[in-house]
């Protein structure tokens, strides 16, 4: 089972960026996992966000953050980041990144209580 940190949340200005990182603690070797990243937000259910494939050549959105997020991975380096761009206040929420099987129904994915780090927040506000 790979576990995960997240890092890399603060608060911005609606249209600011932000960069999250992921970082692989443990669970073998990293390049077998799709790296998944979802949000939750105070009163509402966790959400995929975006998810990237083992091997970096598929990666999904959401609806909601289409052509403002850009998730990568450096296998060597054991991580996964999220660029976020053009921030909205509905974007504001705790992020956590996963790994679920693939990234097909990524958003579906529940895992245990072992499979989620403590996740970053990300506040977006005037």
């Known amino acids: 089972q790979l576990q995960v940190v997240e890092s890399g949340g603060g608060m911005v200005q609606p249209g600011g960026s932000l960069r999250l990182s992921c970082a692989a603690a443990?669970?073998?070797?990293?390049?077998?996992?799709?790296i998944g990243w979802f949000r939750q937000a105070p009163g509402k259910e966790r959400e995929g966000v975006s998810c990237?494939?083992?091997?970096?050549?598929?990666?999904t959105y959401a609806d909601s953050v289409k052509g403002r997020f850009t998730i990568s991975r450096d296998n060597d380096k054991n991580m996964v980041y999220l660029q976020m761009s053009s921030l909205k206040p509905e974007d504001t929420a705790v992020y956590y990144c996963a790994a679920p099987p693939n990234c097909l129904y990524y958003s579906n994915y529940v895992g245990n209580d072992r499979s989620w780090g403590q996740g970053t927040q990300v506040t977006v506000s005037s």
């Open positions: 443990s669970g073998g070797r990293f390049d077998y996992y799709a």
């Open positions: 990237i494939s083992s091997n970096g050549r598929i990666t």
